[in-house]
């Protein structure tokens, strides 16, 4: 039973690291999670993804968790039996899984447009997201960093929310979902990914009862240096999220900077 497991192990393993050889140069790395401060270049112009494409990323992710997951299992079972070489030898491929290249070659604000429209209430999407909801929470309470929070259980809340946008991309929960992804992938450090999401909220409904935009400004101010495009973000989200007090003061003060900044000749 143990050669089985890891064969099927092997086997998985292989096959991730196949994917990361093959990347054409349009896909991006998932994000170090010791790196916080990780800024991701800008994606480039999305091309739109087939039925088979779609499926085969999904079928991957999968066994990239599964993998994982089976590692963990080895762990904790060999903890349990007591036997700690097999307990060095499973933390260690676990420590080697997480040190492998992982692109993104898909990335969901990008597959799905952004003239989508939260118009209708589903009931199933609801319940939907208000699984993926409880499981975002389960990874750690609000309060505490997403980095101390449980990464795994995190990307398990990713998937849910993008189901909920792909299986009912009218329901009127796709912004709140989108939002809540660009939260998680904020805390991950994913900066660029989590400003399409933002993005995404406020398109998909101009009236989302979220701070998207201020949200979107700061990634573009202080995180991706577009300044300019962070200016029209700010002055949008001062005026259409102005019952976010505190996030409107901040952005006022920081628009007011940037006009100073501009207005400054340079030495």
Known sequence: MTRMVATAAAVVLVTILMGCQTNTGTSQKL???????LT????????PSS???????EKMASNRLAYRSSLQALIQYYQSSGN?????WANEELGSLDRIPQYRYLIEAEVMPANLKATESIAA?????????RTERKAGPSPMPSLLKNEETLRAALVKYGDLIRQYPTSDKIDDAAFRMGEIQKGLGDFTIALSYYQRAYQWDAATPHPARFR???ILDRRLHRRAEAMEVYQEAI????????LRLMAE???QELNTSKDTPQP
């Open 125 to 133: 999407a609801d319940e939907l997201y208000e699984d993926a909801f």
């Open 239 to 246: 005026v259409k999220e102005a019952q976010y007090t505190d």
């Open 216 to 218: 979107a400004a700061d």
């Open 31 to 37: 994000p170090i999670r010791t790196n916080p401060n």
């Open 40 to 47: 991701m270049p800008a994606p480039p112009l999305a091309v």
């Open 51 to 57: 039925a088979a494409e779609i499926d085969l990323v």
């Open 253 to 255: 003060r920081r628009v």
């Open 84 to 88: 700690h070489e097999k307990v060095i």
